[in-house]
């Protein structure tokens, strides 16, 4: 079955380091997303990519970069932890046509 | 840029009353409003959707309704059961962009 994952699920770093956070989706979906979730904000988006050789910043972009060298791959790099980057990421990937979102199951990332 | 409020952030309400959450968008090219559901530690996950033509849809317990004039949409759900405790989600996309913009999300308790 097509599926998106995420890894790491979970990590500890330090601030300073440097992140990456894979996602990988076998649908053939062009458009790829990865969003951030904190108490009392939601879901907020910090890139998206229609398509390969493509990206674009969201509202939450500062401290992230991603890149779009395939169509099943799009790596969120948090070039220098901060302590305010602590959060759950999502993943998500959808259907040119309707517009719905599939999900990863997350990743936790704690900076310490 | 665009923006989704959502309200109330907290809802809690007896098993067998209904729940109702409240949308506002300002992109007014928005023109598909899907409603996410997130249980505790899950990914969010499409529960019903709505399309800019279309003022109602409903599926079984949960409906949607949407004012394009007021840029209002809302979801319902009827004899709400304890299952449907979870966060939810609002969210308005242009499906030429598919840049999708989440409200702050609703945590909804239903009480046995």
């Known amino acids: 079955d097509a599926e998106i994952t995420q890894s790491p699920r979970h990590k500890i770093t330090e601030t300073g380091r440097q992140v990456t956070l894979a996602c990988h989706q076998t649908w053939n979906h062009n458009n790829m997303f990865w969003y951030r979730q904190d108490l009392g904000h939601g879901l907020r988006l910090i890139h998206y990519s229609y398509g390969v050789q493509d990206t674009n910043k969201g509202e939450v972009s500062d401290g992230y970069s991603v890149s779009r060298s395939n169509t099943e791959d799009l790596p969120l790099t948090l070039e220098s932890a901060a302590s305010s980057q602590t959060s759950v990421y999502f993943c998500?990937?959808?259907?040119?046509?309707?517009?719905?979102?599939?999900f990863g199951e997350g990743s936790r990332l704690t900076v310490l | 840029g665009e923006n989704v409020e959502q309200h109330p952030s907290t809802l809690s309400v007896q098993e067998g009353d209904s729940a109702v959450i409240k949308c506002t968008y300002s992109?007014?090219?928005?023109?598909?409003f899907p409603w996410y559901k997130q249980e505790l530690g899950k990914r969010p996950q499409l529960i019903i959707d709505i399309r800019s033509n279309v003022g109602e849809k409903k599926d079984q317990r949960i409906a949607v309704t949407l004012n394009k004039t007021a840029k209002h949409f809302s979801l319902h759900i009827t004899e709400t059961q304890p299952e449907d405790s979870a966060v939810y989600f609002c969210?308005?996309?242009?499906?030429?962009?598919?840049?999708?913009?989440f409200g702050a999300g609703t945590r909804l308790f239903v009480k046995a």
């Open positions: 992109d007014s090219a928005s023109n598909y």
């Open positions: 969210a308005a996309i242009n499906t030429g962009g598919f840049k999708t913009i």
């Open positions: 998500a990937s959808s259907v040119e046509n309707t517009g719905e979102l599939f």
